[in-house]
């Protein structure tokens, strides 16, 4: 009974590729979020959805789209992946805005070589 | 720029010690809040402090806010082995028209049996 699940757990892909993580929660939240974390153990929020809507879209690349088909899932799309991409991706989600207690995934390892 | 680092950036203490992370800030927050992040794993949200409190208690858990020195610490008291892991503080800014949870950069823990 995971709280919030993604897929896949590892992405070993080329340069170029585009790949996709999948998001879902079965929490009720209406609240969800994109993280990357880098090698350094940096954290750094990429994108938050409200009821499906974008709310949160920081500086990323437009090469990362999220997408939200209902409040239970937001998945994210990467074109043209870079080595710069390699990180941990982390969704989570939340009862309401940021500023409440965030539940987060398994995480998702992405590698480009 | 991120807004909330913590100090130390590595901790190894003896089993039963306390253990002491601190994290500074620097814009004013609405709350402050605590997650561990096991290896390899998501993050878990251990406590959430609100701007207008100075002490919360979690179990073996304490932690401080003090606002006018934009700080906090989390205290772990008798620590087990299983504490091992990487502390992150996350700040809520009051200012800004969503709630944007911002993390730092984390403190690894690690504690020997």
């Known amino acids: 009974d995971t709280a919030v699940s993604q897929t896949p757990k590892y992405l070993v892909t080329q340069m170029g590729n585009d790949k996709s993580i999948k998001c879902e929660q079965n929490?009720?939240?209406?609240?969800m979020y994109w993280y990357k974390q880098d090698s350094k153990k940096f954290l750094k929020i990429m994108f938050s959805?409200?009821?499906?809507?974008?709310?949160i879209n920081e500086t990323v690349p437009n090469r990362f789209s999220p997408k939200s088909p209902d409040k239970a899932h937001l998945n994210l799309h990467i074109n043209s992946l870079e080595l710069g991409d390699s990180a941990v991706y982390f969704c989570?989600?939340?009862?309401?805005?940021?500023?409440?207690?965030?539940?987060f995934g398994p995480g998702t390892r992405l590698t480009v070589l | 720029s991120q807004q909330g680092e913590e100090d130390p950036q590595a901790l190894s203490i003896q089993e039963g010690e306390n253990a002491t992370m601190n994290c500074s800030y620097k814009?004013?927050?609405?709350?402050l809040q605590w997650y561990r992040q096991n290896s390899g794993r998501g993050l878990v949200h251990l406590i959430l402090?609100?701007?207008?409190?100075r002490e919360k208690h979690s179990g073996r858990l304490r932690v401080t806010l003090d606002t006018s020195k934009k700080s906090s610490s989390l205290l772990i008291t008798a620590s087990r082995a299983a504490d091992t892991a990487s502390y992150f503080c996350a700040t809520v800014p009051t200012s800004g028209g969503y709630q944007k949870v911002t993390f730092g950069t984390g403190t690894k823990l690690q504690v020997i049996p």
């Open positions: 402090i609100r701007s207008n409190e």
């Open positions: 929490l009720g939240h209406d609240t």
């Open positions: 959805y409200n009821n499906k809507e974008l709310i």
């Open positions: 814009t004013s927050i609405n709350n």
């Open positions: 989570a989600s939340s009862q309401a805005g940021g500023g409440s207690t965030q539940y």
